[in-house]
């Protein structure tokens, strides 16, 4: 599941979480997304930032069962 929040000016903070290690603290990951352009409209906008958080989801997965 993704946390996202409007940093200002355009830029994003992602935060992913994908389970619990052995410890009991939550495993995530943190991002900033910059869009490609500044002033996309709100659809494409949507769409990259879709595809960020998805890759990121991956990735964070990936990581978690590695360890």
């Not at 409007?6 to 943190?30: P, W």
């Not at 002033?39 to 990259?48: A, C, I, Q, T, V």
């Not at 960020?52 to 989801?57: D, I």
Request: charged residues 35%; glycine residues 4%.
């Amino acid at each position: 599941m993704a946390y996202i929040k409007e940093r200002g000016n355009n830029n994003f903070l992602v935060r992913v979480s994908h389970g619990t290690m052995e410890n009991g603290r939550a495993f995530q990951k943190s991002r900033l997304f910059h869009p490609s352009k500044i002033n996309l409209p709100e659809s494409k906008l949507r769409k990259e930032l879709d595809a960020f958080v998805k890759a990121l989801e991956e990735e964070c997965r990936k990581e978690f069962e590695s360890k």
